[in-house]
């Protein structure tokens, strides 16, 4: 069969949709992106210039070595989760069973994909060279570092694309990045609680960098060069799966619905697993047995929950009010591994009303499991911060514990938020227009935290924890847990949402 | 449109017509899921609500069916039964799926499977639980001959064991099978007074 031009088929999609834009639009819109970026450029450069230029280099060798798996990890797994090849969902439905050259549909969205890892790439390379090469380094070899940072970049991105063409091998591939990271988040853990020299000398100057650079550019080229010849081998599945997830990321970015992007991912990860029926736990509550084994079914999460709360500890610099948030929203994040089955009831009854509890019941038999998360992963936060002497002395880890309620009603009334309400009054602010819809979505859970205030002011009071405390925030979570079942639930009624 | 119409405990009655008629309408009506205009609907002596006692009484598949994440067709099975304090050993679980196709199916999670087998999988556990009444909109629906047959019976022997069945249907053959006694909505709009 022969291949139709591409080229002609796409500036007629184009200029048939510009027929309906308005005139000057898209110069519109450019002019309000560059407006935005220098706005808030201009607003932000001294928190930029912490993030990837301090005044003087604060990081060690440690450090420094550690980002690196960490922030290329992520990049990674970002490119991998998104791809990194994707069409629009029309381009999918209309031109991928068109008898178009592959190569030339696809290499538009390479050439930007490639864009956009490159930049990244490199901003990553300057935040790390930033925070660990002595400022004598000459302009030069910074700037030779951050494109062989670009380089490295792009280079992520071919492997992220022969993964999505190929076979097992790339979730392999992404187990080994995403060990990578755990150990560049356990080393800047380390590094947080033991003192290192900051990274002095060994930096390579521009000599001996512009021939590697070089040669590196040169190998990344050819690769590219192969990848754009093998582009029009890209199973069709795979990029039917990237469209999916391009149009849900659009979805949500337009319609301010992150559920509709959290939603086909979680699809996604059940859709990919192997399952075995086992029998429920018959000496459970029921409902309690389910979410265990929908947790069990979660096991890699757990792990990295259970490394998670290592994270608090990096922020042993930042003001103490900020670690106190920090574990508040850990908790409700662990708490949320069990989420899933409130969501559903949420989102529709129907199996509710098939298994004939009442809401009262369902709802205090689906927050056992969360609980008992949140008030695990608190505790292994701040008994760890404790043993690390950042905090002062005392049962500290027994206040973890009493966090778990909170954690609970926080991760459960979240579960239960549904749709955002786009029909909510926007705010007219100088700055523009804010819809407040979203803003108060994003709010319902997390709200539910402020019953962990006794723990935020024990944390941001830095004084020796008393027994007494612990007690208060205990009473604090349980009756506020008590307080959230008996207003938002009912013993006559089986749906979580009263009817109107 | 006014409608008329009684099942008596321990029968059955299917109301026939074509779409647009309201016969799901007037299902979900009965199922509480829907408030009528006008008119009152009484479901074993009772306002039909949403309260726990209604749904341990009524099982109805008129709203489109829903999954846990993570469960499996044969979890989702035993948990509805171990809900109403059934054995999981005693309920039938296994012959239940068996019967309805879904043996080997035991292990999927219920996004995986067909249209149709998602619908015998929501029959097969609304027939599972213990109940008083079933309300059924189009259970022959993406069925095929062999599984209507075999849903004919099973619902046929639900009235013979005193449970009340209300359904819409199509097929008159299938709504026959099941000892369902067969109306139309026009019918029932003309008894109205």
């Not at chain 1, 993030?51 to 991998?80: D, E, K």
């Not at chain 1, 030779?144 to 492997?159: C, E, F, N």
């Not at chain 1, 944390?459 to 009756?479: D, P």
């Not at chain 2, 609304?126 to 008083?132: C, D, E, F, K």
Request: proline share 6%.
């Amino acid at each position: 069969m022969t291949a139709v031009p591409l080229a002609p088929v796409r500036r007629w999609i184009l200029r048939r949709q510009s027929a309906h834009r308005e005139r000057g639009a898209t110069a519109g819109n450019i002019y309000f992106t560059v407006l935005f970026i220098a706005i808030v450029g201009g607003m932000l450069h001294k928190q930029l210039a912490v993030v990837f230029w301090p005044t003087h280099p604060n990081a060690s060798s440690l450090a420094a070595a550690s980002l690196t798996p960490v922030l290329f990890g992520l990049l990674y797994l970002a490119l991998r989760r998104f791809g990194p090849l994707a069409l629009s969902r029309p381009a999918a439905s209309w031109l991928l069973p068109a008898p178009v050259s592959r190569r030339r549909l696809l290499l538009p969205s390479l050439r930007l994909t490639a864009i956009v890892a490159a930049i990244i790439g490199a901003l990553a390379g300057t935040a790390i060279v930033g925070h660990a090469a002595p400022r004598s380094l000459d302009g030069s070899a910074i700037a030779l570092l951050a494109s062989g940072a670009g380089l490295a970049g792009i280079a992520l991105l071919l492997v992220a694309l022969a993964a999505q063409a190929g076979g097992r091998w790339g979730d392999r591939l992404d187990a080994v990045v995403s060990l990578l990271l755990a150990a560049g988040l356990a080393g800047l853990v380390t590094d947080a609680t033991t003192d290192h020299p900051v990274a002095a000398g060994g930096w390579p100057t521009a000599g001996t960098l512009v021939p590697l650079v070089g040669a590196v550019t040169l190998v990344v080229g050819l690769l590219f060069a192969l990848a754009v010849r093998g582009l029009a081998r890209t199973p069709n599945e795979r990029i039917l799966e990237s469209a999916k997830t391009a149009g849900a990321l659009f979805d949500s970015a337009f319609g301010m619905e992150p559920s509709f992007l959290t939603d086909m991912i979680e699809r996604r990860y059940w859709a990919h697993r192997k399952l075995r029926s086992v029998r429920l736990p018959a000496r459970l509550p029921i409902l309690v047995g389910q979410d265990l084994l929908l947790v069990a079914r979660r096991r890699r999460r757990l792990l990295w929950l259970a490394l998670a709360a290592a994270l608090p500890v990096l922020l042993e610099d930042a003001p103490h009010w900020l670690i106190a948030v920090a574990v508040l929203i850990g908790a409700m994040l662990a708490a949320s591994t069990a989420g899933g089955n409130v969501k559903t009831d949420a989102g529709n009854p129907m199996l509710l009303r098939l298994l004939g509890l009442s809401s009262r019941d369902s709802v205090l038999q689906r927050m056992w499991v969360p609980g008992v998360l949140a008030a695990a992963w608190s505790a292994l936060a701040l008994g760890l911060l404790s043993a690390l002497d950042e905090l002062p002395p005392g049962p500290w880890w027994a206040l973890g514990l009493a966090l778990g309620p909170v954690g609970a009603v926080a991760a459960v009334r979240r579960a239960r938020v549904g749709f955002v309400r786009n029909e909510l009054l926007p705010l007219d602010t100088p700055m523009g227009t804010v819809s407040t819809g979203p803003l108060v979505n994003a709010l319902i859970g997390p709200d539910a935290l402020l019953l962990g205030l006794p723990a935020l002011v024990n944390i941001v009071q830095n004084q020796e924890l008393t027994w007494l405390s612990v007690l208060v925030q205990a009473a604090v979570g349980a009756l506020g847990a008590r307080a959230y079942l008996a207003g938002t639930t009912a013993t006559d009624r089986v749906e979580l949402h009263a009817q109107r | 449109m006014d409608v008329s119409l009684k099942v008596k405990a321990g029968s059955g009655v299917c109301v026939t017509g074509e779409n647009g008629i309201g016969k799901s309408t007037l299902l979900r009506c009965v199922s509480s899921l829907q408030q009528p205009d006008d008119g009152e609907i009484l479901v074993f002596g009772g306002t039909p609500g949403a309260t726990p006692e209604f749904w341990r009484a009524v099982v109805t598949t008129v709203e489109p069916p829903t999954w846990y994440p993570g469960l499996t067709v044969r979890e989702h099975a035993e948990l509805v039964c171990r809900a109403h304090g059934q054995d999981p050993d005693e309920a039938g679980i296994d012959e239940a799926l068996e019967r309805f196709g879904l043996a080997g199916h035991g292990d999927a999670i219920p996004p995986s499977l067909s249209s149709g087998q998602k619908q015998r999988l929501t029959l097969a556990v609304a027939m599972l639980r213990p109940s008083s009444l079933l309300i059924l909109d189009e259970p022959e629906q993406r069925l095929d001959p062999d599984g209507r047959a075999e849903v004919a019976a099973l619902l046929a022997a639900y009235v013979a064991d005193g449970g009340s069945l209300l359904m819409a249907s199509h097929d008159d053959t299938f709504a026959e099978a099941s000892g369902a006694e067969l109306t139309t909505m026009e019918s029932l709009s003309a008894v109205t007074p």
